[in-house]
Nanobody
Framework: QLQFVESGGGLVQPGGSLRLSCAGS????????IAWFRQAPGKEREGVSC????????NYADSAKDRFTISRDNAKRTVALQMLNLKPGDTGTYYC?????????????????WGQGTQVTVSS
């Protein structure tokens, strides 16, 4: 079963940047579309960005467009999320997960278990 370990979070000032990494194990990553999700305190988990299995397709939530970039390295079994110009609203715990499809409509259905996530805090 595909499992993930997320890393790269931290405390950053507004306007700063972070690069999150998601390391997969237990199954080859190449078969699956992957998405990054985040959960802010008191809010439901929401999709941030997704990438298809062969990297041909990437989609972003409106809040992430023009600021975040998702990428993957199937050989290394990693998926990265480069985040620029961070805002306080980006604060939350970030998770990656296998999804059924990286669709343009932003409906990304996760499957499998969640990792521990990585905390991102954007604050001055």
């Amino acid at each position: 079963q595909l499992q993930f370990v997320e890393s790269g979070g931290g405390l950053v000032q507004p306007g700063g940047s972070l690069r999150l990494s998601c390391a997969g194990s237990g199954s080859p990553l190449i078969y699956y579309a992957i998405a990054w999700f985040r959960q802010a305190p008191g809010k439901e988990r929401e999709g941030v960005s997704c990438i298809s299995s062969n990297s041909e397709t990437a989609n972003y939530a409106d809040s992430a467009k023009d600021r975040f970039t998702i990428s993957r390295d199937n050989a290394k079994r990693t998926v990265a999320l480069q985040m620029l110009n961070l805002k306080p609203g980006d604060t939350g715990t970030y998770y990656c997960a296998r999804i059924t499809a990286c669709s343009h409509d932003g409906i990304w259905t996760p499957s499998g278990s969640w990792g521990q996530g990585t905390q991102v805090t954007v604050s001055s």
